[in-house]
C-alpha cells in the first residue's frame, strides 16, 4: 500500500501550475491565429511562447520557498513503545 502525501509548499504550488498555463498559453495563441486581427502569425511561429511560459513558471519554481515541503521521504515507522525491564528475581 504506497501512502501519498499531498504537499502544500509554495515551490510545489507552483510546479502544479505548469500544465494548466501551457495549455492557456496554447488555446490563446489558437485563438490569435484564428483571429481576423492582421497578424502574420502562425501557430508555427509562435512556439517559442510556449517555451519563454514554461522557463517563467520554472524560474519561479526555483524561487518559490521549500518551507513545509514534503519530500520524497518514506514516512517514519512508529517506535514500539518503551517497556522498563522486568525487576530482577528476589533471592
Same mark, same amino acid.
Given at each position: 500500500m504506497s501512502i501519498r502525501y499531498h504537499c502544500s509548499c509554495a515551490r510545489c504550488r507552483v510546479r502544479g501550475l505548469t500544465g494548466p498555463a501551457v495549455l492557456i498559453t496554447i488555446g490563446i495563441l489558437f485563438l $490569435? =491565429?484564428?483571429s481576423?486581427? %492582421?497578424? %502574420?502569425?502562425?501557430? =508555427?511561429?509562435?512556439?517559442? $511562447? $510556449? +517555451? +519563454?511560459? $514554461?522557463g517563467a513558471i520554472k524560474l519561479a519554481e526555483a524561487m518559490a520557498?521549500?518551507? =513545509?515541503? +514534503? =519530500?520524497?521521504?518514506p514516512p517514519v515507522p512508529p517506535q514500539p513503545p518503551i517497556v522498563p525491564p522486568p525487576p530482577p528475581p528476589a533471592v
Open positions: $490569435i =491565429g484564428r481576423s486581427w %492582421d497578424w %502574420d502569425w502562425g501557430f =508555427g511561429r509562435t512556439w517559442p $511562447i $510556449i +517555451l +519563454l511560459v $514554461i520557498s521549500t518551507e =513545509g515541503h +514534503l =519530500g520524497s521521504q
